[in-house]
């Protein structure tokens, strides 16, 4: 079956750093990428749609200068949590969509902790 | 490993008919469990979770899911189909990190 990655798996890093989240899809293409928040035992939240080679589409009350996400190729979208504060502490889950179908692919997910 | 099945790569319900997306889960603890549904070039989108209490769980658009611990099962059901419900159905659950099962492609047939 198709494969996600994300890397790293988790990261702990200082307030006010910015932090990179990969995120690819390594047996397929995809050409849309969703990206996810997820706090303990909560519901995902969708924080933007990232279509290849166009700017990402950011859901209502998702800081898109804060969130920068990246969808150079169809294999690879970067997001990108700029000057993390203790409240981006969180889960950040992709997923992708390949080309053919519509099927999403979850990647593992990133554990970020800014402390 | 702590895993989520979806047993059912599709399911092809007649319009008006009941349905039954089936979800088992291997997770340790006393996890939430969730429903998800996408639609086509959509992100998720949530319809309903399990925490404690009751065991028949209400959500949006009709859905509901019935958890059973000693089959460890939660499985998702509506009473009455639309074609409009036909779309891809994931089930997760989280204790600490959420973990999805690989999805149902629901197909209401009118």
């Known amino acids: 079956g198709a494969v996600v990655s994300q890397h790293p798996s988790w990261v702990i890093c200082k307030s006010g750093t910015s932090v990179k989240i990969e995120c690819r899809s390594l047996d397929f293409q995809a050409t849309t990428m969703f990206w996810y928040r997820q706090f303990p035992k909560q519901s995902l939240m969708l924080m933007a749609t990232s279509n290849e080679g166009s700017k990402a589409t950011y859901e209502q009350g998702v800081e898109k200068d804060k969130f920068l996400i990246n969808h150079a190729s169809l294999t690879l979208s970067t997001l990108t949590v700029t000057s993390a504060h203790p409240e981006d502490s969180s889960f950040y889950i992709c997923?992708?969509?390949?080309?053919?179908?519509?099927?999403?692919?979850f990647g593992p997910g990133t554990r970020l902790t800014v402390l | 490993a702590q895993s989520v099945a979806q047993p059912e790569d599709q399911v092809n319900v007649a319009e008006g008919n009941p349905l039954t997306v089936k979800c088992t889960y291997s997770v340790s603890g006393n996890p939430y469990l969730f429903w998800y549904v996408q639609y086509p070039n959509r992100g998720l989108q949530f319809l309903l979770k399990?925490?404690?209490?009751?065991?028949l769980v209400k959500g949006s658009y009709g859905f509901e899911a019935e958890f059973n611990k000693s089959q460890t099962s939660f499985h998702l059901k509506k009473p009455s189909a639309l074609v409009s419900d036909s779309a891809l159905y994931f089930c997760a659950a989280s204790d600490d990190k959420i973990i999805f099962g690989k999805g149902t492609r629901l197909h209401i047939l009118p």
């Open positions: 399990y925490i404690t209490g009751d065991n």
């Open positions: 997923s992708a969509q390949s080309v053919r179908g519509g099927q999403q692919f």
